[in-house]
């Protein structure tokens, strides 16, 4: 008798659980652009199709847990140059770069990266600056 009881309890706090679940997926982010290969927008090479400025220098030092942890992936350095970036408002990571991991005092291997964070031009601004600038060639 106790047993069907609970029965209907425990399908509650079961549909419960099921529910909230999905309450703390994390909705996807889109980007203005995508590097595929490490799903930020950040990139070891200049854009060149797209008019942008500079917002400033994003530095970063990915660090290994212990001795015998792995080596810090590219995917992992960009996501944390990405995550600096994005505090400071850009809509992308260009000339990212970094090298081999080191072991310091408080680390077994960190690894630095540094990167240009930039912000891209609306096409109004691009326009009116594009305009400015024939308006007074001439």
Request: aromatic residues 10%; charged residues 20%; proline residues 4%.
């Amino acid at each position: 008798m106790k047993l069907k009881n609970c029965l209907p309890l425990a399908a509650v706090v079961a549909l419960a659980f099921a529910s909230s679940a999905h309450a703390f997926e994390k909705p996807k982010k889109t980007y203005v652009v995508v590097n595929e290969a490490a799903g930020v927008p950040v990139f070891p090479y200049d854009i060149t199709d797209r008019p942008y400025e500079v917002i400033g220098q994003v530095e970063a030092g990915v660090r290994k847990a212990t001795i015998f942890s792995k080596e810090a992936s590219q995917e992992k350095i960009y996501r944390e140059l990405w995550e600096r970036a994005e505090k400071m408002g850009a809509d992308a990571v260009v000339k990212a770069n970094y090298g081999d991991s080191h072991v310091s005092a408080f680390s077994w291997g960190k690894t630095n990266a540094t990167g240009v964070a930039i912000k891209f031009k609306s096409d109004a601004t691009t326009t009116a600056s594009g305009a400015a600038g024939v308006g007074t060639a001439n």
